[in-house]
């Protein structure tokens, strides 16, 4: 594929169990609240067909994806159909009863117009995607969940300051992809 493989692993503890974590991440339309790159997850069926959509320095991607949802360790897997050449897994593995590591591995195919951007410098893109895309993108689906917790308990102040950490977050993410 004439150097546009890139291979990505982010890793992130996590304040909240395995059970938490998997079921917040593996409910896919939500992951535009923690990764602002992606414009939307919809599900296609309930097989676990879905259609992605993100925009990269202005430049709009979509892909179709098969994802099957892990039980042991939790977590997810998918690989792209169609579009955007990717495939992956996110697992979830517990420290202790309330906390976990979320481990993400990634690879994609850059698509030309990429290529053309970044000129040839795959290690750039690598360290972008890896450093700053998605593990932000980690942190940012971090905070969102100890907000939404947060809130579930009543806690209205710290669930809207954590809500604002993300929202901070993301503001600098997209200026990043512009």
Do not use: H
């Amino acid at each position: 594929t004439s150097g546009r493989d890139i291979a990505v692993s982010v890793s992130l503890p996590l304040p909240f169990s395995d059970a938490i974590a998997s079921s917040r991440f593996t409910d896919l339309p939500q992951m535009s609240r923690w990764s602002p790159w992606l414009n939307s997850v919809t599900y296609l069926d309930s097989a676990g067909l879905t259609e992605w959509n993100l925009n990269v320095r202005g430049v709009k991607f979509s892909w179709r994806a098969r994802s099957e949802v892990l039980e042991n360790p939790k977590g997810i897997k998918w690989e792209s159909i169609s579009g955007l050449k990717n495939r992956g897994f996110v697992e979830f593995e517990p420290t202790s009863d309330d906390s976990c590591v979320m481990k993400l591995k990634m690879s994609i195919i850059m698509p030309y117009v990429l290529v053309s951007l970044f000129q040839g410098m795959p290690s750039v893109v690598q360290e972008f995607l890896q450093n700053k895309l998605l593990k932000w993108s980690l942190e940012m689906f971090r905070d969102a969940v100890k907000a939404d917790l947060a809130l579930e308990r009543g806690d209205i102040e710290l669930g809207d300051a954590l809500f604002g950490a993300v929202e901070g977050r993301a503001n600098a993410l997209e200026e990043a992809l512009k």
